[in-house]
């Protein structure tokens, strides 16, 4: 309960700074990684406003993600992350619901270096990822997402660590 009211407190303070900048949405997302460590995460995207290669079938276009992420740990203390990647995304065209498939490659901040019994060898990580979903007219958006945590071998600990996630993105 504590960790929802958290993130409840951070998801107002985000919506009650949004006029500053235009925001694409706010997600939520939960998930659980090998380990069976829950993932919580929310976040802001802030779309590119662009297309290339738009055709009938569909177009390129992206967004920028900063997220805010709890990792819950069943053997182990929790960890918590923040991060930020550009994705980009391919939105096949549609009426009312467009399938789109995303890949991002970003950067990551743990607050220690042990995840279950992973060790990612520092604070700082690379954020991949990769997902699929459906966006309706509206600005709503549901997917799954696979995003994998590594520090490129910039440590001798490299252990990584992917988390699978349902995410939930709402217009602002």
């Known amino acids: ?6 993130l409840a407190a951070i998801a ?3 919506l009650g700074n949004t006029y500053t ?3 694409a949405g ?5 998930g659980a990684t090998s380990d069976s460590t829950m993932t919580y995460r929310l976040g802001m995207t802030f779309d590119w406003d662009q297309s290339w290669w738009q055709t009938d079938v569909g ?3 992206g967004y920028w993600s900063g997220a805010y992420t709890y ?3 069943d053997k182990t203390s929790s960890n918590n992350s923040l991060s930020f990647s550009p994705v980009f995304v391919y939105e096949f065209a549609g009426q009312s619901v467009r399938p789109y498939v995303e890949a991002g490659i970003g950067v990551a901040l743990f607050s220690n270096n042990e995840l279950e019994d992973n060790k990612i060898g520092g604070a700082f990580q690379f954020e991949d990822r990769i997902g699929l979903g459906l966006r309706f007219n509206g600005g709503h958006e549901v997917g799954i997402r696979a995003t994998h945590y590594s520090n490129a071998g910039l440590s001798s600990d490299n252990d990584g660590v992917e988390s699978y996630a349902l995410h939930y993105t709402m217009p602002l």
């Open 12 to 14: 107002t303070a985000l």
């Open 71 to 73: 990792w819950e740990g």
């Open 26 to 30: 706010v997600e939520f997302g939960v």
């Open 1 to 6: 309960m504590k960790r929802l009211f958290c």
């Open 59 to 61: 177009r390129v276009t």
């Open 21 to 23: 900048a235009q925001a």
